[in-house]
């Protein structure tokens, strides 16, 4: 259980779902970790129960959107841990995911393109001249089974998620000779509070999501953190410009 041993990751969006978990197993791997969220509490939160488990974490405020935080934390992470492995760049928001492309307001828009996006698009600015220094690195950028399909009702998060592909692939193919792998996970529905939080305003889209998916339920946070880990250590070493999917079948019907 060391796979990640004498590594260091940041992750951000940690505070809950996937970006908590994924902190929690990479520590548990032997990362030190990085954890960072614009939720102050739950960041702290999550950074603590590594500590709990004997790992060692840092919390760091920031908002994606912004340049100033991100290459901010970037540095708290190098300055605390000397280096930097691995970065899942996990922050994202569904925004609306009931509305056609006429009905959506253009603020809501901007802000998952902000966010979903340029927030990723910010996180590899900063990480990648520190790898790129360093002669290696692993960059994983949380995307969806939206990024690589059209999501009814959802044309605004599933342009966002087909940005991120696009950006993880042009990354993946502009780095692959410095010794930096560029990946996306790209999950399914998945038991998060983003998730719950639309099923439990809708109940019926519940139903018809878990019909929907061939292992007729919704995937765990463990089980996508699983995917994050492999692609953030050496086990993935010839793996570059990959979507890893994690959805059940879904976009396999």
Not at 37 to 47: K, L, N, Y
Not at 141 to 169: D, E, F, M, R, W
Not at 203 to 230: H, K
């Amino acid at each position: 259980m060391d796979s990640m041993n004498n590594k260091v990751v940041l992750v951000t969006g940690a505070a809950s779902g996937i970006g908590r978990q994924s902190a929690l197993t990479l520590a548990r791997e032997g990362a030190s970790v990085c954890v960072s969220d614009v939720d102050h509490e739950g960041g702290e939160e999550t950074a603590q129960q590594i500590i709990d488990n004997g790992g060692k974490a840092i919390f760091v405020h920031c908002d994606v959107t912004n340049s100033d935080d991100v290459n901010a934390m970037v540095k708290a992470t190098v300055d605390t841990f000397g280096r930097l492995d691995a970065a899942v760049n996990n922050a994202g928001i569904s925004g609306s995911l009931v509305k056609r492309i006429h009905e959506v307001e253009d603020e809501v828009f901007d802000r998952i393109m902000s966010i979903n996006v340029k927030g990723v698009w910010l996180c590899m600015k900063a990480e990648l001249p520190i790898m790129l220094e360093q002669g290696a690195g692993s960059i994983v950028n949380i995307a969806s089974v939206a990024g690589l399909i059209g999501a009814p009702k959802g044309a605004a998060y599933t342009a966002s998620k087909h940005a991120v592909v696009g950006l993880t692939k042009s990354a993946a193919v502009d780095y692959a000779k410095f010794g930096i792998r560029v990946n996306a996970i790209c999950p399914g529905y998945t038991e998060t509070p983003m998730v719950t939080a639309i099923t439990d305003e809708n109940p019926v889209m519940q139903q018809i999501t878990v019909r929907a998916i061939p292992m007729r339920r919704l995937g765990q946070p463990t089980e996508i953190a699983e995917g994050i880990l492999w692609l953030c250590s050496d086990a993935s070493s010839f793996v570059t410009g990959h979507q890893l999917v994690l959805d059940g079948g879904l976009t396999a019907t």
